[in-house]
């Protein structure tokens, strides 16, 4: 059996968006999966143990796998959380999540979480990875921690693990560069994005990293995350006969789809702004539109991020999808700039991240 240790820092208080200086070695997880590799058809149970515990009054925790080779089927509390209300998603972008919140601390070591998988093909990998996971305590505050994942795993493979994704076609990669991004915030995200096809430069061969993205230009840019997939749907938006095939194409497809409204019954104004929240909201509803655990989690980020309140109705569903699944940063560590214009930088870090922990996603 081969063991693989990595250390793992809980991350600042809306899980992991900002990252915090390394600290002493807290609580002990152990992902523990069978020693034989299971073969297609069968099931197995994998549990997380914890050690070193100094008392936990809050979790949220995603396991991340192989999803070509395996799903997950349940996730259910270990003895540790016997009687403590859990939230869980065996079904969640990313990974497997679980989740829960007590006045009363968990106290003592054992097994944390059990976890249901099914073997879809003959086993190679298991790919565990422990992601987006925050162990926090009486105040809310993360509590440092260390990851061993104890699982045998093939020669033939690199270990690196899969997270799960849907059937979208994934672009084609390409190299890139642009002049004006070197030493800005986002030049890592705008390679990746430029790279998988997402988003181009201007004719002049610069990228713009902090103008401002149209709506016109976010829809096809979600179109081409997609596999730029072609439709002979058509849509009541007399304002976008002058533009591109490609960004009409795109639009009908979105309008399609349900992703995007007109700005009123004939008009779809491409041209026009587009802000932090909408941009969430049409890839939320890309993602399939269903909210979960976040929602458990409002009153915290509610109370955490200072601009909560300009966060409209229809948007806060996807805004806090977006902060749970570690696809949107805040502005800073307490805004969340939901009515700011959406930059290309901006939204170039926000399709990475997603494509990232979904390979793909919703078509």
């Known amino acids: 059996m081969k063991k693989v240790s990595a250390s793992v820092l809980v991350l600042a208080m809306l899980l992991a968006i900002f990252c ?28 997380v143990e914890l050690a070193s515990n100094p008392g936990i009054y809050a979790m949220e925790f995603k396991l991340a796998f192989n999803s070509k080779e ?25 990974g497997a999540m679980a989740a829960i919140a007590t006045v009363e601390p968990v106290e003592g070591d054992g097994t944390f979480l059990v976890f249901s998988f099914e073997a879809e093909a003959d086993v190679t990998d298991y790919g565990f990875a422990i992601v987006g996971t925050a162990l926090r305590d009486s105040s809310g505050k993360p509590m440092p921690f260390t990851v061993e994942i104890d699982a045998p795993q093939s020669s033939a493979t690199s270990g690196t693990p899969t997270t799960p994704g849907g059937s979208g076609t994934k672009p084609t990669v390409q190299t890139v560069s642009f002049p004006d991004i070197q030493g800005h915030w986002g030049e890592e995200f705008i390679l990746q994005a430029a790279e998988l096809g997402l988003f181009k430069g201007y004719e002049d061969g610069t990228f713009k990293p902090d103008a401002p993205v149209n709506r016109a230009q976010f829809v096809t840019v979600v179109w081409r995350m997609a596999g730029s997939p072609q439709t002979d749907a058509t849509t009541p938006f007399a304002d976008i006969a002058g533009l591109s095939g490609e960004f009409k194409t795109a639009i009908a497809w979105a309008y399609e789809k349900g992703l995007v409204n007109g700005t009123d019954a004939t008009t779809f104004s491409p041209l026009g702004s ?17 909210s979960g655990m976040e929602m458990t989690f409002t009153g915290i980020y509610d109370g955490a991020y200072e601009d ?50 979904t390979k793909g996603g919703a078509a």
């Open 20 to 47: 915090i200086p390394a600290a002493a070695a807290g609580a002990e997880l152990t992902v523990k999966a069978p020693e034989t590799l299971p073969k297609k058809g069968e099931t197995f149970e994998v549990t």
């Open 70 to 94: 395996i799903s997950c089927s349940r996730v259910q509390r270990g003895e540790l959380l016997s009687g403590i209300m859990i939230a869980t998603n065996p079904k969640a972008p990313g």
């Open 274 to 290: 587009l802000n932090r929240a909408a941009a969430m909201k049409i890839l939320f509803q890309y993602a399939g539109g269903v």
């Open 308 to 357: 909560s309140a300009q966060i409209p109705d229809w948007a806060k569903a996807p805004m806090y999808w977006g902060v749970y699944n570690e696809i949107i940063s805040g502005t800073s560590p307490t805004t969340l700039s939901p009515a700011g214009t959406a930059t290309r930088a901006q939204l170039a870090k926000i399709l990475v991240n997603y494509t990232n922990i």
